[in-house]
């Protein structure tokens, strides 16, 4: 059984079948992951500007970073649980969609990204904390960080455009 | 009015963004980042004012912080609106979630900029009046998104 046979199985499950011939469902999915979307792509972003000395830059880096994460968190959760859900409702067309394929890419990407940057220069952070201009190395992951967000939204939105939906 | 319209509805950019499919996605990647920008500034100096984050941050300097950020991003609306309402500006014009999302977002934006901007900014404004004027504008955003939410809903 292929990942292809299971995505299909998934859409065509009474859960997938159920929620996809509800119209409040999809709606209500679709704000919600709206939703979570702000809370977590708000709050990244202006981390992510942080890095590169943008916006909060008279707070310290650390203390930036320390107070957006469980809002980052608790967004991104929102996001992945209804995500998934939206995921469910036409996983086999999903499958086959290059735009969803290039979300996932550039999501896992942007996840790289943050275990790089949390893994290397954010661990001497204490040098830099105050300093007037970050290390280069944090502004390349602010961009990165904004340009692959940019691409997860970007995606998300194409999908709406390319599926044919069964409603 | 219909005059008005009618130049939104058939002017040579509205007719170019219904030439093919992309243009109108495309526009509108840009103004949802856009609304990234201007709703997670009020979130994020509303969330400060609750005393959530960034505790040790005195109110007015990240309200001044983040200004140049929420400018940024109600420019990028404001460009990117306008755009995709004259793509079918008859039928947004007819819309009632369309009418109310424009009134909710003139009082969102005019409450901003009147009061609620100018009290996070001013160190003597008082905690309370401060963190009510918070719960005003987490709403007042919150129901814009919803709203804007609702047009594409009801378009069908």
Request: glycine residues 8%; contains cysteine.
């Amino acid at each position: 059984m292929s990942l292809y046979d299971v995505a299909k199985a998934i859409e065509a499950s009474r859960m997938g079948t159920a929620m996809r011939e509800s119209m409040y469902w999809f709606a209500a999915l679709n704000l919600v992951h709206l939703l979570g979307l702000l809370i977590a792509a708000g709050t990244i972003v202006f981390w992510d500007l942080r890095l590169l000395g943008i916006g909060l830059r008279r707070a310290p880096v650390s203390q930036v970073g320390k107070s957006l994460l469980p809002w980052t968190w608790g967004g991104f959760t929102v996001m992945f649980l209804s995500g998934s859900l939206l995921v469910a409702i036409e996983a086999g067309r999903l499958y086959t969609s290059v735009f969803f394929r290039i979300k996932v890419a550039a999501l896992l990407l942007a996840g790289l990204n943050v275990l790089i940057f949390h893994l290397t220069i954010y661990r001497k952070v204490d040098e830099w904390d105050r300093a007037p201009t970050t290390p280069l190395q944090a502004r390349i992951a602010g961009t990165l960080s904004i340009l692959l967000w940019f691409c997860i939204m970007a995606a998300g939105r194409a999908i709406g455009y390319t599926l044919d939906y069964a409603v | 009015m219909n005059g008005f319209i009618e130049w939104c509805q058939y002017n040579a950019l509205s007719q170019f963004m219904r030439s093919a499919k992309w243009p109108y996605p495309s526009v509108e990647v840009l103004h949802i980042a856009g609304l990234i920008l201007v709703f997670g500034s009020m979130l994020i100096l509303n969330l400060r004012i609750f005393g959530r984050i960034l505790r040790q941050e005195p109110v007015p300097q990240v309200a001044a912080g983040l200004s140049a950020i929420t400018f940024t991003g109600i420019a990028a609306q404001f460009i990117s609106g306008p755009v995709l309402f004259m793509t079918s500006a008859m039928k947004f014009a007819q819309s009632t979630p369309f009418k109310l999302k424009l009134l909710l977002l003139l009082v969102a934006l005019t409450y901003h900029f009147g009061a609620h901007r100018r009290f996070a900014l001013d160190p003597a404004t008082p905690a309370q009046t401060l963190r009510v004027s918070a719960m005003a504008s987490m709403l007042l955003w919150i129901s814009v998104v919803f709203a804007g939410f609702a047009i594409e809903l009801l378009a069908g």
